[in-house]
C-alpha cells in the first residue's frame, strides 16, 4: 500500500496553467504506474492521464491530450500533472492513483489501488 498526497490546486484564470504533485510514502513508489483522475460536481470521476513505472509510457484522455503532461520523478516519489491552456470545464476536485498490478499507464479506476484525497482545481472564464 502507499500513501498519496496531492498538491498544487487552487484558483486560476482560463488560459492560466497549473502543475499538480502527488507526493507517495514508502520505497517502492517505482513499482507503481500512476495516473491523474478529476470528478466535477456532480458527475462521475474521469480518466485524465497515466504514466508507468519508469515513465517510458504515458497514456492521456482525449480531452487533455495536447494540454496536460503527465510527469514522474520516482526520486522523489512523486508523480506531476502539468496543466496548460485551462478551461472552465477543467474546474474539478483532481485525484492522483497508485496501480501496482500491471505497471503499465491504464484509463480503467479499476486497476488503481490507491487514491489521494484529492486537490481542488477551479478555472475562473
Known amino acids: 500500500q502507499v500513501q498519496l498526497v496531492e498538491s498544487g490546486g487552487g484558483l486560476v484564470q482560463a488560459g492560466g496553467s497549473l502543475r499538480l504533485s502527488c507526493a507517495a510514502s514508502?520505497?517502492?513508489?517505482?513499482?507503481?504506474?500512476m495516473g491523474w483522475f478529476r470528478q466535477a460536481p456532480g458527475k462521475e470521476r474521469t480518466f485524465l492521464a497515466a504514466?508507468?513505472?519508469?515513465?517510458?509510457?504515458?497514456h492521456y484522455a482525449d480531452s487533455v491530450k495536447g494540454r496536460f503532461t503527465i510527469s514522474r520523478d520516482n526520486a522523489k516519489n512523486t508523480v506531476y500533472l502539468q496543466m496548460n491552456s485551462l478551461k472552465a470545464e477543467d474546474t474539478a476536485v483532481y485525484y492522483c492513483?497508485?496501480?501496482?498490478?500491471?505497471?503499465?499507464?491504464?484509463?480503467?479506476?479499476?486497476?488503481?489501488?490507491?487514491w489521494g484525497q484529492g486537490t481542488r482545481v477551479t478555472v475562473s472564464s
Open positions: 492513483a497508485a496501480g501496482l498490478r500491471y505497471g503499465i499507464p491504464t484509463s480503467d479506476s479499476s486497476d488503481y489501488d490507491d
Open positions: 514508502g520505497r517502492t513508489f517505482s513499482r507503481y504506474a
Open positions: 504514466i508507468s513505472r519508469t515513465g517510458e509510457f504515458t
